[in-house]
């Protein structure tokens, strides 16, 4: 076996249905009196009603979290945490407010308590992102780390169809790029392997029945294991290709995973093919690239970057942004393959290597 270094993550996880309930104490473990509570505009009474659970220790809400994290939200959440002299944030949702609780957190140190409601995976990584001036600029940092997660399924029972879908295909990127991750190691491998064919059972159950507590489970558990790959190694082309097209477009971050995800593994395929292979097992297909793009149109997710309103004109700086810094990759990035494989995307045509 080669040599490889593997390094656990120090959140603590509390899963299960009805696992909310363990709030109050997660809370007083963390030694918080003054919780600021971080939400988007459309969960906010969500985030009341968990909020409620502990009274005397919830200094406000702050319900403006926005998708790839504007840095003017950011400056916005921060001042109001120091205002109200808060000593925790709860972020109850996805990846954006999850990624706004890491922004408050990555200049003051302000420890995180994430409940997500969504399989953005954000809540298991010290990974954060900030969009500045249509540039989302990303890197990893301790500080952001949530110290504690409450994965309760029965919270995700009301996420709608199509973002179930597109979310955890989303989650599935991650465990996808962990599989061929220059710093991968075996735990990982199986992690992602786990994560993937969780995640995907989940789906047919959860079309027939979206309140499917078990399948919102699996595909919870699924979600945790795939972030989990996402914050211990390193992530190739797929993912510097969404956060180029999502923070310089403004586009739907999980449907753009959703859409790029089979072109950035037909790209990589030949330079990684026991990744792909365990993909395809994970996913119980004979192609890894098809497995993803056939997942997302059975399931009613836009397959094109033209159906979440990527601009055509735009496919030709998308392509020189995301050449401009090398990254590990299994395949040496090409700007001429890159932009036939963001204009494939851009049609909805099945991936090609």
């Known amino acids: 076996m080669e040599r490889f270094v593997y390094t656990a993550s120090p959140s603590r996880i509390v899963f299960g249905a009805d696992s909310i309930d363990q709030l109050p104490a997660e ?25 409620d659970r502990l009274p005397g220790r919830i200094a406000g809400i702050f319900d403006e979290a926005a998708m790839h994290v504007p840095i003017e939200t950011a400056r916005k959440a921060r001042a109001l945490a120091s205002e109200l002299k808060a000593d925790c944030a709860l972020a109850v949702g996805g990846g954006s407010t999850i990624g706004l609780g890491k922004a408050i957190a990555l200049e003051s140190g302000l420890p995180i308590i ?20 249509g540039l989302k600029k990303t890197g990893r940092d301790a500080r952001v780390l949530p110290r504690v997660v409450i994965y309760d399924p029965r919270l995700t029972l009301s996420l709608p169809l199509d973002l179930t879908v597109t979310s ?8 996808a790029e962990g599989l061929y991750a220059h710093d991968g190691n075996p735990v990982i491998s199986l992690m992602a392997e786990e ?36 914050g211990a190694v390193s992530m190739g082309l797929h993912h510097k290709l969404c956060h180029t097209l999502g923070g310089t477009f403004d586009l739907p971050h999980a449907q753009v995973h959703t859409v790029v995800l089979p072109h950035a593994l037909a790209y990589n395929a030949s330079a990684a093919p026991e990744a792909m292979a365990r993909i395809a097992r994970a996913l119980g297909v004979a192609d890894a690239a098809m497995g993803f793009f056939e997942l997302a149109r059975t399931h ?17 700086h998308a392509a020189d942004l995301a050449v401009s810094n090398q990254y590990p990759n299994p395949r040496p990035l090409e700007k001429a393959a890159l932009r036939a494989l963001l204009g494939r995307a851009w049609e909805g045509a099945p991936p090609q290597a």
């Open 114 to 133: 994430a409940v997500p409601t969504t399989y953005a995976g954000s809540e298991a990584t010290p990974i954060y992102g900030i969009t500045e001036a």
């Open 168 to 175: 955890a295909i989303n989650a599935m990127a991650h465990a």
């Open 195 to 230: 994560g993937i064919r969780a995640c995907a059972a989940a789906l047919q159950p959860l079309r027939e029945n979206p309140r499917d507590l078990p399948a919102r489970s699996q595909a919870l558990y699924g979600a945790w294991l795939c972030g989990t790959v996402l």
């Open 300 to 316: 009613g997710a836009a397959v094109s970057l033209k159906a979440i309103d990527m601009p055509a004109a735009g496919l030709e």
């Open 27 to 51: 809370i007083e473990r963390l030694g918080a009196t003054r919780a600021l509570v971080l939400c988007t505009p459309n969960q906010r009474e969500q985030a009341q009603a968990i909020a």
